[in-house]
């Protein structure tokens, strides 16, 4: 059973930075799409950026473009999410998730594997 476990998330102040973190194993990370998804109170869970599986790029949502920063370690079966300029509407639960193969979809149902999630709270 494949497992994920994000960590990193915090209160921080809006124009900060954090840097999320997700561990897996059970998996041959290098074949996988790893994702980052958000969830904020009352809202549908929302792509955020997703590294593509065998190297094959990344890809983000419009609102964190120039912001945020997706990046892999294969050697450590380890994704991150650098979040910078952070905003009070950036605040939500921040899920990791894996792709066998993927090509970075936006779409969470084309992922197999999900982490618990990680709170991250911006205040204003």
């Known amino acids: 059973q494949v497992h994920l476990v994000e960590s990193g998330g915090e209160l921080v102040q809006a124009g900060g930075s954090l840097r999320l973190s997700c561990a897996a194993s059970?998996?041959?990370?290098?074949?996988?799409?790893m994702g980052w998804f958000r969830q904020a109170p009352g809202k549908e869970r929302e792509f955020v950026a997703a590294?593509?599986?065998?190297?094959?790029?990344?890809r983000y949502a419009d609102s964190v473009k120039g912001r945020f920063a997706i990046s892999r370690d294969n050697a450590k079966n380890t994704v991150y999410l650098q979040m910078n300029s952070l905003k009070f509407e950036d605040t939500a639960v921040y899920y990791c998730?894996?792709?066998?193969w993927g090509s970075g979809s936006t779409n969470s149902q084309d992922y197999e594997y999900w982490g618990q999630g990680t709170q991250v709270t911006v205040s204003s």
């Open positions: 059970r998996i041959y990370f290098y074949g996988y799409a």
């Open positions: 590294s593509i599986s065998g190297g094959g790029g990344t």
């Open positions: 998730a894996a792709d066998e």
